[in-house]
């Protein structure tokens, strides 16, 4: 691999771009300047490049490519998967323990059993804006590791929680450790994988959630069979804590906190696994903290139109995720067979939300997928509203359930529609805090618009989802068109700046679709010299002003001052 070193990337990340005409800030444009960066570090990935490839773009054939790939796939992503599945089964242990008598055993009344569902995410809210500097600061992999280890201990501690003031109590410091994992792992999606292949692992890991609804319902079930001085809910806490503090020291010794650090790659593989994320834009991690960074993503529009995002979609998820279980037992089932009928809601789930980012990516857009995704939340609702409870209907009850559990599918694209719209590492830490206090808030106020005196119709949660539901298709063609504006800003930028309008970006590209199209430049390329010999012009091909972006990729800029970044609908 060694003399592949030192030649561009043909394939993978095409040939380098020549040296910008000026990378000086027009006249009345605040956003765009190489100044911009003046005082800040450069990500450590420039730094790594400098030392191990003096600087140059190495070359990453398809095959290099895809087994780097597969080996981030095999270490990472199976860690992501396991704790994500372990958040997803503490946080149903709630819904899990109601059905087995823990609201009667422990007094709850009125809406205690609801705040017991929404203080998690409000600790998630207070958590958020600390967490975001703590995320640019420290470690990622190892910080993670520890919050995983202090919330499995608490969730073990809830068994010893008799009263609503203990459960209040240990569900709050539930939420407080638990609040990194979702913002983490966007950050870690983030620097592993390019944009193309971000959106399918997203929605891999919050997948997970769906098979917690299957696998965590069949689990319960025989944990409630168990005979014990122990009550049915309190097993259940105690073998799942357990459980996850066992596994955070899996997470420790085995998740790296960037692919520089990475044990199981070789030097060489190091290279070719930051090369591969150039065409991102995004940059992989400073640990810097940049406060230029955290004013534009304030004052940048997309940062609200994610949190309204997100804060939409989780209203309904809070809701359902709380008081799933008891709607379902509203159809006129007993408590075994409502944990049962849960499962199929778990594969819907998983399904949606792994077809739902396939789709995205073979399309290459996410705000007309999410769109198209809120179509069977909002039949289900209309179907639980307008269905009897007389026992006549469950089948239609069940399918109308069945259809809301799509809504899960939503969360992953908002993520990546996000994350692969935002740059630099403070910006993206900053942006994630803003996306995930807006869904912590949608979270805390889902489960108050259900409440026992409102079964078993529970009729002001569902026309609330369903409004929330048609707001979503509004924002997202809102958020769509000012995705379309930003694009044609940057190009008029570049222009101004004496570049290419126009960007070749492969970041969205499979490896088949880089080369077919390199080797249709090329062709394009050899007929236009042709052409120009006949002429008598050697000025140049007809490709030249087509720029291909990437000399700025690690300079730790954000979307708004890369006029090289593309933003993905």
């Not at 903290?289 to 139109?305: A, C």
């Amino acid at each position: 691999m060694g003399s592949d070193m030192a030649s561009a990337a043909e394939i993978e990340h095409g040939p380098p771009p020549p040296p910008p005409a000026s990378s000086q800030p027009q006249p009345g444009n605040n956003n765009s300047s190489s100044n911009d960066n003046d005082g800040g570090g450069q990500d450590i990935a420039a730094s790594f490049l400098a030392k191990n490839a003096a600087g140059q773009r190495i070359t990453v054939t398809p095959a290099d490519s895809a087994r780097v790939l597969r080996r981030i796939d095999m270490v990472i992503l199976p860690i992501m998967l396991t704790v994500y599945f372990l958040q997803g089964l503490d946080k149903a242990t709630l819904a899990y323990a109601s059905v087995f008598g823990l609201i009667d055993d422990t007094g709850l009344v009125g809406d205690q059993y609801g705040w017991l569902g929404s203080i998690v995410y409000l600790a998630q809210l207070v958590m958020q804006p600390p967490l975001a500097w703590l995320l640019v600061r420290l470690p990622i992999a190892k910080f993670t590791s520890l919050m995983v280890l202090f919330w499995g201990v608490t969730l073990a501690c809830m068994a010893a929680s008799h009263n609503f003031g203990g459960l209040l109590a240990t569900r709050f410091f539930l939420g407080v450790f638990e609040a990194s994992v979702a913002p983490s792992f966007v950050a870690i999606t983030q620097m592993w994988w390019r944009r193309r292949e971000q959106t399918v692992r997203t929605s891999y890991w919050y997948a997970m959630n769906g098979i917690t609804n299957m696998f965590g319902s069949l689990i319960t079930y025989g944990l409630g069979h168990i005979s014990s001085k122990l009550h049915s809910y309190q097993i259940i806490f105690i073998f799942f804590g357990l459980i996850t503090v066992a596994f955070s020291f899996v997470m420790f010794a085995f998740m790296p906190d960037s692919p520089i650090e990475a044990k199981f790659l070789s030097e060489d593989d190091k290279l070719i696994a930051v090369e591969r994320l150039r065409m991102n834009q995004m940059g992989v991690v400073s640990r810097e903290w940049r406060n230029d960074h955290l004013k534009e993503t304030l004052l940048d529009p997309k940062s609200w139109l994610w949190f309204v995002l997100l804060c939409s979609i989780s209203i309904p998820s809070g809701g359902i995720s709380t008081f799933g279980p008891l709607i379902v037992k509203t159809f006129g089932f007993d408590q075994f067979q409502t944990i049962l009928f849960n499962i199929p809601f778990g594969f819907v789930q998983l399904v949606a939300t792994v077809g739902g980012a396939l789709l995205a990516q073979k399309l290459k857009m996410k705000g007309q997928v999410i769109i198209w995704l809120c179509l069977p939340p909002i039949a289900g609702c209309v179907m639980l509203m307008i269905l009897p409870r007389d026992g006549s209907d469950r089948a239609a009850l069940l399918a109308g359930y069945y259809l809301i559990s799509v809504y899960p599918a939503i969360t992953p694209l908002i993520y990546s529609w996000a994350s692969q719209n935002t740059a630099g590492d403070t910006k993206r830490k900053c942006t994630n805090a803003i996306l995930f206090i807006g869904q912590s808030t949608g979270n805390v106020v889902g489960p108050l618009l259900y409440t026992q005196a409102d079964a078993p119709v529970y009729e002001r949660g569902l026309h609330s989802n369903l409004a929330l539901y048609v707001l979503i298709i509004l924002l997202c063609m809102v958020g769509t068109g000012y995705l379309k504006w930003l694009n044609k800003n940057h190009a008029k930028r570049r222009v101004a700046m004496g570049k290419s309008a126009v960007i070749v970006d492969t970041s969205l590209d499979s490896p088949e679709e880089i080369a077919a199209a390199a080797a249709l430049r090329s062709r394009e390329n050899a007929d236009g010299s042709a052409r120009g010999a006949e002429e008598g012009d050697v000025s140049g091909s007809p490709n030249e002003d087509v720029e291909r972006p990437g000399d700025r990729a690690f300079e730790n800029l954000t979307d708004l001052q890369n006029e090289e970044f593309v933003f993905v609908l």
